[in-house]
């Protein structure tokens, strides 16, 4: 079974830095890309950043790009998002997220899958200005 929980949310101030990590279980990096997706109140699901180990590729959203890290520990089956030079619209709840393929589109990471995605149940992060 395809397991993803997400850790390292909270609170911090307007250009601060937090690092979430995903702890993956029942799964290979081989099988999957990984990404970090978000959600901000009454806002639709964004990509956020995403990592294809098998083919050595890194996607970021352009929101993010040079702020935020997207990084793997294939040991512990962890994946992280360093973020840094946080901003009050990087408030949103971040899923970490098992997808067949990332992509972008239009500035903006896109995950695909040919069957169904793997989501973990979320981490909040607050940006207080």
């Known amino acids: 079974e395809v397991q993803l929980v997400e850790s390292g949310g909270g609170v911090v101030q307007a250009g601060g830095s937090l690092r979430l990590s995903c702890a993956a279980s029942?799964?290979?990096?081989?099988?999957?890309?990984i990404g970090w997706f978000r959600q901000a109140p009454g806002k639709e699901r964004e990509g956020v950043s995403c990592l294809s180990i098998r083919q050595g590729l890194t996607f970021y959203t352009d929101s993010v790009m040079g702020r935020f890290t997207i990084s793997s520990n294939n040991a512990k089956n962890a994946v992280y998002l360093q973020m840094n030079s946080m901003k009050p619209e990087d408030t949103a709840v971040y899923y970490c997220?098992?997808?067949?393929?990332?992509?972008?589109?239009?500035?903006?990471?896109?995950?695909?899958?040919?069957?169904?995605?793997?989501w973990g149940k979320g981490t909040l992060v607050t940006v207080s200005s």
């Open positions: 029942g799964f290979s990096f081989d099988d999957y890309d």
């Open positions: 997220v098992a997808v067949d393929f990332c992509t972008m589109e239009a500035g903006r990471v896109v995950g695909r899958s040919y069957a169904m995605d793997h």
